[in-house]
């Protein structure tokens, strides 16, 4: 048996008070007949002030500029008006209620414009969100790589993506470079996935985390110069494959002098009886510090770098990539939300915020307060406040280690990409950026700016 559900005034009243809209009703003379809660909040006025009132009257005394209402009672017809209420814009639109032929009432829709605004860009945003998304799947080409490694662009991530794509089919030693959390290891599995050994074992050696008495046992097995290699160690488990070694200047040193022995097999391809296949290895090696130091030093051999800097490959700070991060918020935004079926977004306040922090854990970094906000925010909406609890106050920081001019230059690409947003040409820039517009086309020759007007 199917329930009845009785509609009363009492209940329709509630839902007109939970409406986002104002709702204003007047009968066919222009007294407040009905006044909402949303109403009260954009008018400033409250219900006892309102309810019957008559509209010519409150538009006499200034307390209203203008009336829709009254326009519609005087037309008969729908009209919509802009209208300065205190210190607010304010968006109505006036509805006539015929009953045979004769006006009944009038129904007056309204909105504050700045949440209009807001609306127009969180729409706006998603767009861009959403764009950014369609083009990077429609870029993916290899099946088993992190999503986030091919957003390029930037022209600091092109290069890089160029050379990349370029040197990954060959099997020269390269050597990737780069801050903590840039996703080096990310792009040493891009390098094997886009190569001919794609199909064979890829295997990391992190030589910061595994023990100096493990390390070398596990590297090399019982490897002697002259049987070969050990079919329990990892550079046979290598073999037709790629090695990876991450942080190669935490290494001990005997493990160090044994790899030189074992590349001297790899780059000349000796066939020595009982050595099998030394020369199908193909090598990675990846560190963030000051290589040529650590070589200095004598903390890393200079005969066993020489081997594998073959190619460097040096993977940019977000500092660098400031056209890509818009990109990567979106990917790991849409990641975790299908990771925990939620549909989070970013208030555009939210977006700008983190657009201007300086991520000095770079992209390992971003993964982590995506996925923290999408976990930790209580609203679809994750404002500016959410993100503030989450990174404090550094979101101004232009990164670690950056000087004044790197700092300023980096400052002035920002406002530059965020004044073309604002502009529809070349010229409307120019005069936003208050500069001439052949400066400022130097400048963003100079920085290697894509820019995209509305």
């Known amino acids: 048996m199917t329930a009845r559900c009785n509609i009363t005034k009492s209940f329709l009243l509630k839902v007109l008070d939970e409406s986002q809209q104002g709702v204003h009703i007047v009968d066919e003379e222009g007294n407040t007949l009905l006044y909402n809660k949303t109403a009260e909040a954009i008018d400033g006025m409250t219900k006892k002030e309102m309810i019957s009132k008559n509209m010519k009257d409150l538009v006499d005394c200034g307390t209203f500029s203008t009336s829709v209402a009254l326009d519609v009672i005087k037309t008969g017809e729908v009209k919509e008006v802009i209208q300065n209420i205190k210190d607010k814009t304010v968006v109505a639109t006036g509805i006539p209620i015929y009953n045979k032929k004769k006006l009944e009432a009038v129904v007056v829709f309204s909105k504050d414009s700045k949440m209009l605004e807001e609306m127009v860009l969180q729409m706006k945003n998603l767009l861009i969100d959403n764009n950014a998304i369609s083009e990077y799947l429609s870029k993916q080409q290899v099946n088993n790589y992190r999503e986030d490694m091919v957003i390029a662009n930037s022209k600091a991530m092109k290069r890089t993506m160029k050379l990349i794509e370029r040197v990954a089919r060959l099997d020269t030693p390269i050597f990737l470079l780069g801050e903590v959390g840039v996703g080096k290891t990310m792009f040493a599995e891009y390098i094997h996935n886009m190569s001919l050994r794609s199909s064979e074992p890829f295997i990391k050696i992190d030589c910061s985390a595994i023990p100096e008495a493990i ?136 977006k700008k915020l983190l657009l201007n922090y300086g991520w000095p854990g770079n992209v390992s970094e971003m993964e982590n307060v995506i996925e923290r906000l999408v976990v930790t925010s209580e609203r679809d909406l994750i404002k500016e406040e959410d993100i503030i609890e989450l990174i404090g106050d550094g979101y101004m920081q232009m990164g670690e280690g950056a000087n004044l001019k790197e700092k300023v230059e980096h400052y002035e690409k920002r406002l530059i990409l965020e004044y073309s947003r604002q502009s529809s040409c070349m010229k409307e820039l120019s005069m936003l950026a208050g500069i001439n517009e052949s400066t400022l086309r130097k400048k963003i020759t100079r920085y290697g700016i894509n820019i995209t007007f509305n």
């Open 215 to 350: 390390i070398e046992k596990e590297l090399f097995g019982s490897f002697d110069n002259d049987a070969g290699l050990d079919e329990n160690s990892l550079l046979y488990k290598a073999i037709g494959g790629t090695l990876f070694f991450d942080e190669i200047a935490d290494m001990p040193l005997s493990c160090q002098k044994r790899m030189v022995y074992v590349l001297n097999k790899l780059r000349f391809g000796e066939k020595e009886q009982g050595i099998k296949n030394y020369q199908n290895i193909r090598i990675l090696s990846a560190s963030n510090e000051n290589v040529k130091k650590n070589v200095s030093s004598g903390r890393l051999r200079k005969d066993l770098y020489y081997k594998l800097n073959i190619i460097q490959v040096n993977i940019p700070s977000l500092r660098e990539r400031y056209e890509d991060i818009l990109s990567l918020i979106a990917v790991f935004l849409n990641k975790y939300n299908r990771v925990y079926l939620e549909k989070k977004m970013l208030s555009p306040k939210g």
